[in-house]
């Protein structure tokens, strides 16, 4: 089964606006860290923001912020009142932190392609 | 400022040539992670270390792939011999602990004939 599943391969979003990037995610551990990372199409992997399992409090970084509905195993990322530099893939990663040796990996989501149009 | 560098850039290579790419992760950080990414496969865990020690090498094909940490501010990745569907980019990403955040390189892109 897919650890990370992002189910929009592309999405498009009006500058301005707001967008909602989907991250749905499996794991039997209690101890986990969602990520966000965006690659611009210069290539580079960039964090945006993470969100431990046992966060309380929804993650913020300036425009972004994660959506963490733990029941339903959700992490999706929103972006406010986009700009056109926010055009990017976005990944949504996992690392889940009780599964003995595999405690420190990132395991990434196939991405979302993002498109801000002007 | 503190980056993950990685050499080379970019890469032509015949096939059943060997390849090597380096990666120096950000000083202090002792977890060293390689990735390789395609359109198809999307980013794939190749294999990680932490503290120089391998941890998990099981994304990486055995018989031609071999990752090391000769000491703490060098990590390679040698492909040997190399084929066509080695192409890919190929991260290197850094991180201090368990639960920090990847720091990841500018990425290899390599291509091979």
């Known amino acids: 089964a897919q650890k990370i599943t992002q189910t929009q391969p592309g999405m498009f979003v009006q500058e301005k606006e707001a967008v909602t990037l989907d991250c749905t995610y499996d794991?039997?551990?209690?101890?986990?860290?969602l990520f966000w990372y965006k690659q611009p199409s210069s290539g580079e992997m960039i964090f945006l923001i993470y969100?431990?399992?046992?966060?309380?409090q929804n993650a913020t970084e300036g425009r972004y912020s994660l959506n963490f509905q733990k029941a339903r195993k959700s992490a999706n990322l929103v972006i406010s009142a986009s700009q056109l530099g926010d055009s990017a893939m976005y990944f949504c990663?996992?690392?889940?932190?009780?599964?003995?040796?595999?405690?420190?990996?990132?395991?990434f989501g196939k991405g979302t392609l993002l498109t801000v149009n002007p | 400022d503190a980056r993950v560098t990685q050499t080379p850039r970019h890469k032509v290579t015949e096939m059943g040539q060997e390849v090597t790419m380096r990666c120096q992760p950000i000083?202090?950080?002792?977890?060293v992670f390689w990735y390789r990414q395609t359109m198809m496969q999307g980013l794939e865990l190749l294999a990680y270390?932490?503290?120089?020690?391998?941890?998990?090498d099981s994304g990486m094909p055995k018989d031609r792939f071999s990752a090391e940490m000769p000491d703490a501010t060098l990590a390679t990745l040698k492909i040997q011999p190399s084929e066509p569907r080695d192409s890919a980019v190929y991260f290197c990403a850094s991180a201090q602990g368990a639960s920090g955040e990847l720091f990841f390189g500018e990425g290899s892109r390599l291509t091979v004939l």
């Open positions: 000083l202090g950080h002792n977890t």
């Open positions: 270390f932490r503290n120089r020690a391998p941890l998990d």
């Open positions: 990663a996992m690392r889940e932190f009780n599964s003995g040796g595999s405690n420190y990996k990132l395991t």
């Open positions: 969100q431990g399992s046992y966060d309380e």
């Open positions: 794991t039997s551990d209690q101890s986990y860290g």
